[in-house]
T-cell receptor
Framework: EPEVTQTPSHQVTQMGQEVILRCVPI?????FYWYRQILGQKVEFLVS????????KSEIFDDQFSVERPDGSNFTLKIRSTKLEDSAMYFC???????????FGQGTRLTVV | SQELEQSPQSLIVQEGKNLTINCTSS?????LYWYKQKYGEGLIFLMM?????EEKSHEKITAKLDEKKQQSSLHITASQPSHAGIYLC???????????FGQGTRLTINP
């Protein structure tokens, strides 16, 4: 069964460092999303991406964040200068055109120390 | 107040018992999704409801959408240990791409 794949599963980084979280969406999907979940809190929307551009973003998604689809299969989330409060589980999701169901990856747990 | 309220926040039931989790939106729903999450893991899609009065089932899990109340309920019949986890509802609203999630219901099944 096709699935959304995220790497790494766990990343530890020092405050101020840049991190790139990687996602491989399901191959025929065209809508991509990043969400995050701070431990013990709700899953929060960060950004949606379609046709090589951001279609919607939340207040959380400030200038420190960026997304890219570098090669037609990967979808990345970059955090330029990580802060302690960026520690969270980050989920990638994808959806096909016309479908209502979004498939989520297993998540990347980011720990900023 | 929250856009999407889930209740209860946690639930402990004995194996074999039935249970219900509710999700209420403060705005008109375009669609309502139910996901299950094991602690620290990804979200597993259970089902999606879009039309008022719609009811869907997957194995022993049934979800309904009450359009009038903008509320969905998730019902598990004859609960099993495999049902344990965190159940999340996610709302889709007209004109928005994103899902807004409830705070989750942590379900524990006691043998």
């Amino acid at each position: 069964e096709p699935e959304v794949t995220q790497t790494p599963s766990h990343q530890v980084t020092q405050m101020g460092q840049e991190v790139i979280l990687r996602c491989v969406p399901i191959s025929n999907h065209l809508y991509f999303y990043w969400y995050r979940q701070i431990l013990g809190q709700k899953v929060e929307f960060l950004v949606s991406f379609y046709n090589n551009e951001i279609s919607e973003k939340s207040e959380i998604f400030d200038d420190q964040f960026s997304v890219e689809r570098p090669d037609g299969s990967n979808f990345t989330l970059k955090i330029r200068s990580t802060k302690l409060e960026d520690s969270a589980m980050y989920f990638c999701a994808s959806r096909s055109t016309g479908a209502t169901e979004a498939f989520f990856g297993q998540g990347t747990r980011l720990t900023v120390v | 107040s929250q856009e999407l309220e889930q209740s209860p926040q946690s639930l402990i039931v004995q194996e074999g018992k039935n249970l219900t989790i509710n999700c209420t939106s403060s705005k008109t729903l375009y669609g309502l999704y139910w996901y299950k999450q094991k602690y620290g893991e990804g979200l597993i899609f259970l089902m999606m409801l879009q039309k008022g009065g719609e009811e869907k089932s997957h194995e022993k899990i049934t979800a309904k959408l009450d359009e009038k109340k903008q509320q969905s309920s998730l019902h598990i019949t004859a609960s099993q240990p495999s049902h344990a986890g965190i159940y999340l509802c996610g709302a889709a609203y007209q004109g928005a791409q994103k899902l807004v999630f409830g705070q989750g219901t942590r379900l524990t099944i006691n043998p």
